[in-house]
């Protein structure tokens, strides 16, 4: 298998519940972008990553061209036009990898900017081992599932809360992307799951996902410390 390593960092979102004046991934976070955090994770020397792409909205390109320009950006990598859902975004982005004949792939949420370097490369390993590798947590609280009776509670040890980044083999995720869409699709994981067993990395409770403001300002107080 090859060891070349390459991702694709999703960022699709408009912030709606935000309640912000611009899409989540373009708010700022101890003074820059929220996606140009996420981009500098993966641009780490250490993790050798041969090739990012960034997958945007087509109407969002000018304003990622006016960040990069004003904050003097000089990673190299790839803008692609996303989809009218996730799995659609993900697609255009292995579009771009189409050339390469082989690797481990990186799928990463744009609005992750926290996720620390350790779980980026223990998933890269997991991905080249196995074919697919999750970053996942122990949910911290108490899990309950409902029925038509009310509610039941479940064993939270046997559960886990889904991160990204989710590697995999990148000729399997071409291969499930090929598949249709299904509304069952929730994640990356979901879609090569029928294909592979999907191998679970031990995630941080750092690696946020920026959806509401309380999420924006603990990222800022984790920063700062």
């Known amino acids: 298998m090859s060891k070349n390593r390459y991702a694709i960092l999703v960022a699709g979102g408009s912030g709606t519940r935000m309640g912000a004046d611009r899409p989540k991934q373009f708010l700022e976070l101890a003074g820059e972008p929220v996606l140009l955090h996420t981009l500098r994770r993966f641009a780490a020397p250490e993790l050798r990553v041969q090739e990012l792409v960034v997958v945007l909205p087509a109407e969002q390109f000018t304003t990622w061209q006016r960040i990069c320009a004003d904050y003097q950006v000089t990673i190299p990598h ?16 292995l579009a771009q990898l189409a050339s390469h004949e082989g690797g481990t792939v990186a799928v990463h949420d ?3 900017p926290l996720t620390p370097q350790s779980v980026i490369e223990a998933t890269y390993q997991a991905g080249y ?4 590798a999750v970053a996942a947590v122990v949910p911290k609280d108490s899990v309950r599932g409902l029925n038509q009776q009310g ?11 889904v991160q990204t980044p989710q ?11 090929k598949l249709p869409e299904l509304t069952t699709f929730t994640d990356d994981a979901s879609v090569v799951e029928d294909l592979h067993p999907i191998h679970l990395v031990e995630g941080d409770y750092r690696n946020l ?9 603990l990222a800022e107080a984790l920063l700062h410390r």
Do not use: M
Not at 129 to 132: P, S, V, Y
């Open 78 to 93: 790839t803008v692609v036009a996303g989809g009218a859902t996730r799995w659609a975004s993900v697609r255009n982005g």
């Open 110 to 112: 744009g609005v992750r």
């Open 129 to 132: 081992n196995h074919g697919a």
């Open 151 to 161: 509610s039941y509670a479940l064993n939270r040890s046997r559960l886990r809360l």
């Open 167 to 177: 590697c995999f083999e990148l000729n399997l995720l071409q291969r499930a992307y």
């Open 209 to 217: 996902k920026i959806t509401t403001p309380e999420d924006l300002l």
